[in-house]
């Protein structure tokens, strides 16, 4: 007979990674058995060059002020396939709309340090704060300046009215955080980023965590080990400059289905 206290698994102790020490293999984050499926490891440093080697390694970080650097891994992981965009009726509406609007813009990387800020300043729903705390903003301005973060953003006579920002390392994306002061902003936003990784021919986008959202709008659930396949192929190729994109109606009209 099984005791109560032998029914449930003992949590796992979690790794602490000092500075200038390597992230443990993705293998021995917590399993779906733990209080937290998909983490890590904990530090105290959050450095550009931390970032870029846990993201070529498909690990991501997300914690909460007061909280050490916390490290996720998560199996399965959520994954966009940009040829499942799901580019609904409402949102090529939407599109057109805006589009017609005067000065109306959708550009990379003009004020990444706008976009990032835009995003900590505005919660998800149903979170009282942001896990987007100034110590991640840090890291992230950091590493756009090596050229490995970028914002997309959304634009109306100049004024910045909707972005998101992601991580690319070579050919592969890892999308982070979004905001919108308009309807349906985010969502355009991320359609042009689809729209130039189509053109380009990036095959996913990393959305880290499963949501309804991001589930409505083509993203799905992957095997961890297929993610970390595309992930590693990704990084190897070259990459775009980012800074010269602009959405593409054909790329994403060409995931609408006939009538």
Known sequence: M???ADAHSPTPELPWIVEGQPLPPVSGA???STPA????AASSDLSAQRLMDAYAE???PWFNAGQPVLWWSPDPRMVLQTRDFRFHRSLQQSL???????DFELCFDRDFAQVIRRCATSPRAGQKGTWIVPQMVAAYEELHRMGLAHSCELRIRGELVAGLYFVALGRAVFGESMFTTIPDGSKMALACLV????????SA????????HLASLGAREIPRSDFLHGVYEGR?????DWARQSLSWSALTSLVAPQ
Do not use: Y
């Open 2 to 4: 099984t005791s109560e």
């Open 30 to 32: 917590w399993d779906a």
């Open 37 to 40: 499926p998909g983490l890590l």
């Open 58 to 60: 498909g690990v991501f």
């Open 96 to 102: 057109k709309r805006w589009s017609l609007t005067p």
């Open 195 to 202: 729209s130039v990784c189509l053109q380009h021919g990036f």
């Open 205 to 212: 986008i990393d959305c880290q965590q499963n949501t309804r």
């Open 236 to 240: 190897e190729q070259a990459p775009i």
